[in-house]
């Protein structure tokens, strides 16, 4: 079955991945990704709050790995999660 925590560890297991896209270091700011779950399980980055000064490819490479994760359980419907990643 589909669980929302389950979305939050494969996020979380990823974090060094989706933090290098900011291609910044020290970076202090947490950053907010807000993720669809389809119904085939993958994952989509719908949209991100990114502390300023990053790189204007973050997003983009944001995107890709995002798009590269998955869940086992299956929503019945496109289901957004929000996530947040402390950088420190």
Do not use: K, M, N, Y
Not at 65 to 87: A, C, F, M
């Amino acid at each position: 079955p589909f669980a929302r925590v389950e979305v939050q560890r494969v996020l979380a297991a990823h974090r060094h991945a989706l933090l290098r896209c900011l291609e910044r270091g020290g970076v202090a700011d947490p950053i907010t990704l807000r993720v669809a779950v389809r119904p085939d399980g993958r994952l989509v980055l719908t949209s991100a709050d990114l502390p300023p000064g990053v790189s204007r490819h973050a997003l983009g490479c944001l995107q890709r790995r995002v798009s590269r994760l998955s869940v086992r359980g299956r929503p019945e419907r496109r289901v957004t999660v929000v996530h947040r990643i402390g950088t420190s």
